[in-house]
């Protein structure tokens, strides 16, 4: 678990502790800098290989989103973290997921990326502007909708980014 964690999620995570969840943690490059920092993290992965590693970090759930149902039905969290992965039909979920005045932290690739890499089909790529629109109704903290090309050239790629946070009278 030596991958770095995302500069976006350093720079916009607010100060544990408090719980966390990431949502598609894969191999946990973002579950455990949150569990180092602190957090208390639940880490949501189809993949039960790749997290099993996580297992002394956090809890782990191993759980298809796509096909089964939210595997944390009623649970609130501080933060709530999505990093490269989109499935639009949980937007209203995620955002579920967190508490009044508690952070979204999403970035994920973008309309363009299909040109230049995975993943190729537009259904997983944000549309221009669109975590803005999915989040309007929060204090926008910051929002990114950019290409970006590593000085280097290594991993350019089409990216969205927002740091949300719920406002406290949310329903």
Do not use: H
Not at 35 to 43: C, D, L, P, Q
Not at 121 to 128: A, G, M, N, S, T
Not at 149 to 158: C, I
């Amino acid at each position: 678990m030596s991958a770095t964690p995302s500069a976006w999620l350093q720079r916009f995570a607010p100060a544990p502790p408090g719980t966390a969840l990431d949502l598609a943690c894969g191999s946990g490059r973002n579950l455990a800098w949150l569990a180092g920092a602190g957090w208390r993290v639940t880490g949501v992965d189809r993949d039960a290989a790749a997290t099993a590693p996580l297992r002394g970090l956090a809890e782990i759930v191993d759980a298809d989103v796509e096909s089964g149902p939210w595997p944390l039905p009623g649970r609130r969290f501080d933060l709530v973290v999505v990093c490269n992965y989109l499935w639009r039909p949980l937007f209203d979920t995620v955002k579920a997921a967190v508490k009044p005045g508690g952070w979204l932290i999403w970035e994920t690739f973008a309309d363009g990326q299909q040109t230049i890499g995975r993943p190729s089909r537009p259904d997983f790529l944000l549309q221009r502007g669109e975590l803005l629109r999915v989040c309007g109704d929060w204090r926008i903290v910051a929002y990114e909708d950019l290409f970006e090309s590593p000085g280097d050239g290594v991993n350019p790629r089409f990216v969205q980014r927002v740091a949300a946070v719920r406002p406290p009278s949310a329903a």
